[in-house]
């Protein structure tokens, strides 16, 4: 269901602190420092967006150009974008519990997709946490075996789980 009011658009620096008051909500056991969101969006903007409910933040997506086959570390800064990125990366689609089922997700993965595909991406990955991986599935997403990612996983929890999309070609 899409309703009227629902808006996804380029996050800001004005914007970090709602990010951070979301991220607390949504992710309680994920924690990350506001210096470590606020990085991300600084280093690829294009992959960065508010949901406002309403004019009001209600959501974020953090993304960004990244190596298939590894993983950020769990609130620690990048540093650069890696260079040879190959693979297009959903840090973080966090959703206040009043902005869900009303499409917004689906619209930003949706955007997210057609803007890998613009960039040349073959893929798209993520980790999926919190009972997300059916979501995810319904997106095209498939939970991807790489063992020597499970150490990395698990400092998410044990749910945790990689995830790809093949972008078609």
């Known amino acids: 269901m899409n309703l009227s009011g629902v808006t996804w658009?380029?996050?800001t620096g004005y914007d970090l602190p709602?990010?951070?008051k979301i991220a607390e909500t949504v992710h309680p056991d994920f924690f990350e420092t506001s210096d470590v969101l606020a990085e991300r969006q600084r280093l690829y903007r294009n992959g960065c967006y508010?949901?406002?409910l309403g004019e009001r933040p209600a959501g974020y997506v953090l993304s960004h150009?990244?190596?298939y086959g590894s993983l950020p570390a769990l609130n620690a800064p990048l540093g650069a974008i890696p260079e040879g990125a190959d693979t297009y990366y959903?840090?973080?689609l966090a959703l206040l519990p009043v902005a869900r089922r009303v499409g917004a997700a689906t619209r930003i993965v949706r955007a997210l997709t057609k803007h890998a595909d613009a960039e040349g991406y073959q893929t798209?990955?993520?980790v999926a946490v919190n009972g997300s991986i059916p979501f995810?599935?319904?997106h095209g997403f498939v939970v991807a075996d790489v063992p020597e990612l499970y150490g990395k996983l698990l400092s998410y929890d044990e749910t945790a789980r990689y995830m790809v999309?093949?972008?078609p070609r």
């Open 124 to 126: 798209m990955t993520l």
């Open 165 to 167: 999309k093949h972008l």
């Open 9 to 11: 658009r380029a996050l």
């Open 136 to 138: 995810w599935e319904k």
């Open 50 to 52: 508010l949901l406002e």
């Open 90 to 92: 959903i840090h973080d």
């Open 18 to 20: 709602a990010v951070d």
């Open 65 to 67: 150009p990244w190596r």
